[in-house]
């Protein structure tokens, strides 16, 4: 399966784009989508989830556009929402059956397969309480069972892993990984490590435009010799993080550890620094930074 997206735009009141000129080219494998808010994620896939139509642009489906045709994606399609809702008086058993009825899904095979993805996401010792009683992670899990049933081609994540815990989240991505060999896999997460465990290629997003789409290690390099740590008092911290790009900080007693990124052309600092291994999260905050002054 292929998706083209191809100059793609969606604007709104007055000059304001939630994208603009948007190109993507998706196979099989998992795509990690990273950006600030209101980079224009959860709009690139409400598009592509046929709910919010482009105001121009297409995104073509094995070559067809399904801005024209939305039923040839809808039944491939596994989507979850940010703001997924559920009804709170169902059992997990119950809402899934109900979302497999609207799928047009039936038979012992639904059964079958509502109590596999129980077991996968942790569920089976609560399936038969009401959704009410359930904690936000738990919600969230039954959110990601219903965007698996039917076993979907496409799937369409955004934010999934808000309210797991780390061992969750670590059966999560483990379950994702299993499943991107022969699917299209759509994933936005502000957890970098997400993203950086299990995607094959990210597509890092600002203002509404495509800044990069690459495999984790070429946007690695991004940072690679770039990356550092030094170690300042309260009064230099002030000051140095108004001159550099921070990426990470630890408090410690009299001070702080700063991790940081150099910029283009950016000498290193005088004060003593300790060279250190980049992530992708140094290289996707250079990246974004980068594009930021640009503007």
Same mark, same amino acid.
């Given at each position: 399966?292929?998706?083209?997206?191809?100059?793609?735009?969606?604007?709104?009141?007055?000059?304001?784009?939630? @994208?603009?000129?948007? %190109?993507?080219?998706?196979?099989?494998?998992? /795509?990690?989508?990273?950006? $600030? %808010?209101?980079?224009?994620?959860s709009t690139l896939m409400r598009m592509l989830a046929t709910?919010?139509? &482009?105001?121009?642009?297409? !995104?073509?489906?094995?070559?067809?556009?399904?801005?024209?045709? $939305?039923?040839?994606?809808?039944?491939?399609?596994?989507? /979850?929402?940010?703001?997924?809702?559920?009804?709170?008086?169902?059992?997990?058993?119950?809402?899934?059956?109900?979302?497999?009825?609207?799928?047009?899904?039936?038979?012992?095979?639904?059964?079958?397969?509502?109590?596999?993805?129980l077991e996968e996401l942790n569920l089976s010792l609560v399936?038969?309480?009401?959704?009410?009683?359930?904690?936000?992670?738990?919600?969230? =899990?039954?959110?990601?069972?219903?965007?698996?049933?039917?076993? &979907?081609?496409?799937?369409?994540?955004?934010?999934?892993?808000?309210?797991?815990?780390?061992?969750?989240?670590?059966?999560?991505?483990?379950?994702? +990984?299993? /499943?991107?060999?022969? =699917?299209?896999?759509?994933?936005? +997460?502000?957890?970098? +490590?997400?993203?950086?465990?299990?995607? %094959?290629? !990210?597509?890092?997003?600002?203002?509404?435009?495509? @800044?990069?789409?690459?495999? $984790?290690? !070429?946007?690695?390099?991004?940072?690679?010799? =770039?990356?550092?740590?030094?170690?300042?008092?309260?009064?230099?911290?002030?000051?140095?993080?108004?001159?550099?790009?921070?990426?990470?900080?630890?408090?410690?007693?009299?001070?702080?550890?700063?991790?940081?990124?150099?910029? =283009?052309?950016? $000498?290193? &600092?005088? @004060?003593?620094?300790?060279?250190?291994?980049?992530?992708?999260?140094?290289?996707?905050?250079?990246?974004?930074?980068?594009?930021?002054?640009? %503007?």
């Open positions: 399966m292929e998706i083209s997206i191809k100059n793609l735009s969606k604007k709104y009141k007055g000059d304001k784009y939630g @994208l603009k000129n948007f %190109n993507l080219e998706l196979k099989n494998g998992v /795509l990690g989508l990273l950006g $600030p %808010n209101g980079a224009g994620k709910i919010t139509k &482009p105001s121009s642009g297409q !995104i073509l489906l094995n070559g067809t556009d399904i801005t024209k045709s $939305p039923n040839a994606l809808r039944k491939l399609l596994g989507y /979850l929402p940010q703001d997924f809702g559920v009804y709170d008086n169902l059992t997990a058993v119950e809402f899934l059956q109900y979302i497999a009825a609207l799928k047009g899904y039936s038979g012992k095979l639904v059964n079958t397969r509502i109590e596999a993805l399936r038969d309480q009401a959704i009410s009683t359930y904690s936000g992670g738990m919600r969230q =899990r039954v959110g990601i069972a219903q965007v698996l049933l039917g076993e &979907p081609q496409l799937i369409i994540l955004d934010e999934p892993t808000v309210g797991l815990d780390p061992e969750e989240r670590v059966r999560f991505r483990n379950l994702l +990984s299993d /499943l991107s060999g022969e =699917r299209i896999i759509i994933l936005s +997460s502000h957890i970098v +490590s997400d993203i950086e465990t299990i995607a %094959n290629e !990210i597509a890092i997003m600002y203002e509404g435009q495509l @800044l990069t789409h690459q495999t $984790p290690d !070429i946007i690695l390099q991004a940072v690679e010799d =770039r990356t550092y740590e030094v170690q300042l008092t309260n009064e230099e911290f002030e000051t140095f993080k108004k001159q550099y790009l921070v990426t990470n900080t630890l408090r410690k007693a009299g001070g702080w550890i700063v991790r940081f990124v150099l910029q =283009r052309d950016m $000498p290193l &600092p005088t @004060l003593p620094v300790t060279a250190v291994l980049g992530t992708l999260e140094d290289a996707y905050l250079r990246i974004v930074s980068a594009a930021k002054n640009e %503007n």
